[in-house]
DNA sequence: CCCTTAGACGGAGAGCGTCTCCGCTTCTTC
DNA sequence: GAAGAAGCGGAGACGCTCTCCGTCTAAGGG
């Protein structure tokens, strides 16, 4: 019964160094060219058959969660140090805000496919969502206890506009103090005056 | 060198029918499926053929244009009734933001073409965002003069929010209070405490 | 060392979209 | 009614996602 881990030593060898390979080859085209990169030009770029990369992967949105997952460990360090190092709750989630921010936007186009998930349970994607949600909730109690967030703001709503704040972003380039703009309209919006 | 509509009447008749009629059809599938519906569908339920459909509307962006003109007549009208009937110039600006949500939310999905417009000088749907913008900035000096509105918040960002909001909306449906949540948020970041 | 076999591999191709090209048809004008 | 300008329509090129199945190979026992 405790053969979990001979199982996995019985799996192919190559079969693990393919998925690895695949997911470096994925990482520098949806960087290159942003999450909606064709997926037949990953397979192409690493050398295999989109057979090959749709049985390790079966869509676009399960690549996606595998290679967010490993950004996913940082985004939790990140939230580590900030638990640790910041004793004002208030700024504490202004700076948690502000890396998951950064989290998503580590592909252009990335909080649509991140959007989506949202609405759908069943998806890979939206399993860290929540998780983010919940850690999101974790520093707004805090805030909204020491007075320093507005008590009908929701943990949710504050995901979602990081989300929305990211994907303006995206479009909006030209114009770089939108940004800027737009999460101090934000702040504005989540903080007690 | 008067013959501009000279030059109009001596076009076809039968073009401007075919023009209206797949504006009509477009109306449809854009309502029922979204943004994003086939423009083959289009063409198909409209009785043509594909190069019909593209030769007066050489895009989609510029079909949704076409489409979204007519209901920026409206939004121009509703901009009037708000200035005659709202005397605060704070609560005109939000009602003129709310304006704006409904307008962009004709159909499923139209906030994604709407910011990519935005990064694109030279589409059709640039320079209505442009004009809507303008309008925004009116209301929003307004307010802003009367001390309703943050002296450093600029009418792009409005807009901008106002789009994001919007595009939340369209994945949150599971959670409707989010468009509630979201639109409060938003009215907090730009009034005045 | 070879044999067996579970399971991975790869690529042909189905299905769906967008958009173009060009021969045919229709409207307009004289 | 003829001529010509202009619109029409659909075949098809091209790109993308994803599947199916014949082929190949790694892993482990004899």
Redesign the interface.
């Known amino acids: 019964m405790v053969d979990a881990g001979v199982s996995l030593s019985r799996s192919r060898v190559d079969k693990q160094r393919n998925r690895t390979h695949i997911l470096e080859v994925a990482e520098q085209v949806f960087t290159a060219q942003g999450v909606a990169g064709s997926m037949d030009a990953i397979a192409k770029l690493a050398g295999i058959g989109p057979g090959t990369l749709y049985r390790h992967f079966p869509n676009r949105e399960a690549l996606l969660a595998a290679l967010l997952q490993a950004r996913g460990d940082d985004l939790k360090s990140r939230r580590d140090d900030i638990r640790r190092a910041v004793s004002d709750s208030t700024e504490a989630l202004a700076q948690w805000l502000d890396a998951l921010g950064q989290w998503a936007t580590a592909f252009d186009g990335l909080p ?1 496919p991140l ?2 998930a ?2 759908e349970e069943t998806s890979p994607l939206a399993l860290t969502c929540q998780g983010y949600i919940t850690m999101t909730e974790e520093f707004l109690r805090a805030a909204q206890r020491d007075g320093g967030a ?1 008590p ?3 943990a ?2 504050l995901f ?2 990081v ?3 990211t ?2 972003r ?6 770089e ?2 940004e800027h ?2 999460s ?7 903080a007690t ?1």
């Not at 995206?170 to 114009?175: G, I, N």
């Not at 101090?184 to 989540?190: D, I, M, P, Y």
């Open positions: 649509e959007r989506m949202l609405t507005r009908q703001v929701r949710r709503d979602l506009g989300l929305a704040t994907w303006v995206d479009a909006a380039m030209a114009d103090s939108s703009g737009l101090t309209v934000l702040r504005c919006g989540w005056p």
